[in-house]
Nanobody, 118 residues
Framework: VQLQASGGGLVQAGDSLRLHCAASGPTRRTYGMAWFRQASGKEREFVALFTFSARRTTYADSVKGRFTISRDNGGIAVNLQMNSLKPEDTAVYYC????????????WGQGTLVTVSS
């Protein structure tokens, strides 16, 4: 499965931004898609997950109430709506794909940079 992420950019604190990630290839056994992020000098961390079968969302505490992950119409794709952005949200954001029955995310996108200025 290949993932194509887009939507990063430079914004000011308090602004909004939407990321998009589309999966292509053998996606029939999709369990879910998620976003992770990695700030400079820090480890990669989980941001949000959308599970396709249960249509359930899960968020990191640091983004609850500000970020919304949703399925994009028309395919195996998700959006991450990011509101009330903070400088600490600055990171490279990666989308990831997980197959049914797999313990790990098996495919990763190339990353898109989000920079939030104060």
């Amino acid at each position: 499965v290949q993932l194509q992420a887009s939507g990063g950019g430079l914004v000011q604190a308090g602004d909004s931004l939407r990321l998009h990630c589309a999966a292509s290839g053998p996606t029939r056994r999709t369990y879910g898609m998620a976003w992770f992020r990695q700030a400079s000098g820090k480890e990669r961390e989980f941001v949000a997950l959308f599970t396709f079968s249960a249509r359930r969302t899960t968020y990191a505490d640091s983004v609850k109430g500000r970020f919304t992950i949703s399925r994009d119409n028309g395919g195996i794709a998700v959006n991450l709506q990011m509101n009330s952005l903070k400088p600490e949200d600055t990171a490279v954001y990666y989308c990831a794909w997980k197959e049914l029955g797999s313990p790990d995310f098996g495919s990763w996108g190339q990353g898109t940079l989000v920079t939030v200025s104060s």
